[in-house]
């Protein structure tokens, strides 16, 4: 058996060790005293099928973590590849101006939901976790919109990718 020497892992290694893992592309939506947000995020994943739930993982000196929660509500949409070029004007535009850069609509909570998503998933705060930097949001899902299904956004070692199925 090999043994490699390594050393603990700082916070740059971490960070090259998380562009190695390949993650859905997500839209994190809110609306906080009749302003709307909108963020990238890839840092989302289940948590329960009995009850509905997923966590969303925001950094806490992102613009809408504040309005996710004093508001209580949030929608996390799953990008299409087809939604690349959206995800990569998202980076440019002031948080607060995002969502005119495409069509949305509202679900249950009144959280933008955005059109062409492969789902979006409307959720309510049950919990919120403080860990370092970031908020970590639980969602009780009230609502998931399933349009057609598409091919997911993929982000890969910071670039854009998508998945070929194989028969």
């Not at 997500?26 to 948590?47: F, H, K, P, Q, R």
Request: hydrophobic share 45%; aromatic share 6%.
């Amino acid at each position: 058996m090999t043994h490699t020497s390594f050393t603990a892992a700082g916070p740059e290694d971490f960070r090259m060790g998380m562009r190695r893992l390949a993650a859905a592309v997500n839209v994190i939506t809110t609306e906080s005293d009749g302003t709307l947000y909108g963020m990238l995020a890839t840092a989302v994943c289940s948590v329960s099928a009995e009850p509905p739930t997923l966590l969303a993982c925001v950094n806490q000196s992102a613009s809408a973590c504040e309005p996710i929660s004093k508001s209580g509500r949030f929608c996390v949409n799953v990008l299409s590849e087809k939604q690349q070029a959206l995800a990569h004007d998202f980076l440019t535009v002031d948080s607060t101006k995002r969502l005119d850069l495409c069509d949305w609509s509202r679900l249950a909570t009144g959280a933008p939901a955005i059109d062409g998503s492969l789902v979006s998933f409307d959720c309510e705060v049950d919990q919120v976790i403080a860990s370092g930097t970031h908020s970590i949001f639980i969602g009780r899902v009230v609502v998931a919109s399933l349009p057609e299904a598409d091919a997911p956004l993929l982000y890969f070692d910071g670039a854009y990718s998508g998945v070929t199925a194989s028969a």
